[in-house]
C-alpha cells in the first residue's frame, strides 16, 4: 500500500513514521521517500490501520495505491 504525506518534510519525519508503523506490525517493510512525500508499506495489516498510525504520529496520509 502506499500513502502521500504531505506533512512530511525531513528525515525525522519520516523516522517517526516508520517508528510508528514498526510498532504496529514488526515484520513490515516500509519505503520513506521524504522528496516525493511517499510511503510505502507491505503488511498484513489493513490500510486504515497503518493510516490511522500515521494520524496518530502527527502527519495526515492519502492512500495512494491499495
Not at 10 to 29: E, F, M, P, V, Y
Amino acid at each position: 500500500m502506499e500513502f502521500n504525506v504531505a506533512d512530511m518534510a525531513c528525515g525525522g519525519c519520516a523516522g517517526a513514521i516508520s517508528r510508528a508503523i514498526g510498532n504496529l506490525d514488526q515484520t513490515a517493510k516500509v519505503q520513506i521517500d521524504v522528496a516525493t512525500k511517499t510511503v510505502k508499506v507491505e503488511s498484513p495489516m489493513k490500510q486504515e490501520q497503518i493510516a490511522s498510525v500515521i494520524e496518530a504520529a502527527g502527519f495526515h496520509p492519502v492512500a495512494t495505491a491499495p
